[in-house]
Structure formats: structure tokens, C-alpha cells
């Protein structure tokens, strides 16, 4: 069974910083394409950020948010600097391999002062 467990979530005021880890279990974790999606109240979810053959960010984050992963403990992190009000959301992992399609249930980041 697949579980993609999220922590590291938080309240953080404007400016600060917070560092999201998803560990994977029950998947060959160094075959996946590993990403960071969010998903803000009253909008649709949208990737953040992703690991495979390439790395990728959304603008909003190039130059504050850093993903990495650690094969050899199963885990992808997502540091996060400089946050903004805007990068409120339900931060959601993702592994993909082919079809194969899953997700974690998600870690609630608040940037407010």
C-alpha cells in the first residue's frame, strides 16, 4: 500500500521560512517524479514545484522555494523562504510514475502576521 505522509506545516508570518517534508512508503521512491502542489481556498490546485529528469517551479516560487529529495531515506523536501501571504494554502506531495498517480493528504501552510 502507497502512503505519501506530508509534515511541516504551519503559521509563519510574512518573510519566514518553513521546510515541508513527504516521506513515501510502498513505492520504488528513486523511479518517481516527485512534485509539491497547492491548493488555496476558492482556487484550483496548481504544482509548485517537481523533481525527475528535471527540476521545475511555478514563477510565483522560483528564487524562495527549493525541492529535493533524499533517495536513501524515501523523502522529498520543499524549503520554502521569503513567504508571502499568498503562499497560504494546503501544501499536497505527489509521486508519478507513468499512470501510476499518487497522493498525499496534505499540510496546511499559514503565512500571517
Known amino acids: 500500500q502507497v502512503h505519501l505522509v506530508e509534515s511541516g506545516g504551519g503559521l509563519v508570518q510574512p518573510g519566514g521560512s518553513l521546510r515541508l517534508s513527504c516521506a513515501a512508503s510502498?513505492?520504488?521512491?528513486?523511479?518517481?517524479?516527485m512534485g509539491w502542489y497547492r491548493q488555496a481556498p476558492g482556487k484550483q490546485r496548481e504544482l509548485v514545484a517537481s523533481?525527475?529528469?528535471?527540476?521545475k517551479y511555478v514563477d510565483s516560487v522560483k528564487g524562495r522555494f527549493t525541492i529535493s529529495r533524499d533517495n536513501a531515506k524515501n523523502t522529498v523536501y520543499l524549503q520554502m523562504n521569503s513567504l508571502r501571504p499568498e503562499d497560504t494554502a494546503v501544501y499536497y506531495c505527489?509521486?508519478?510514475?507513468?499512470?501510476?498517480?499518487?497522493w498525499g493528504k496534505g499540510t496546511l501552510v499559514t503565512v500571517s502576521s
Open positions: 505527489n509521486a508519478k510514475l507513468g499512470v501510476l498517480d499518487y
Open positions: 510502498g513505492i520504488r521512491f528513486s523511479m518517481y517524479a
Open positions: 523533481t525527475g529528469g528535471s527540476t
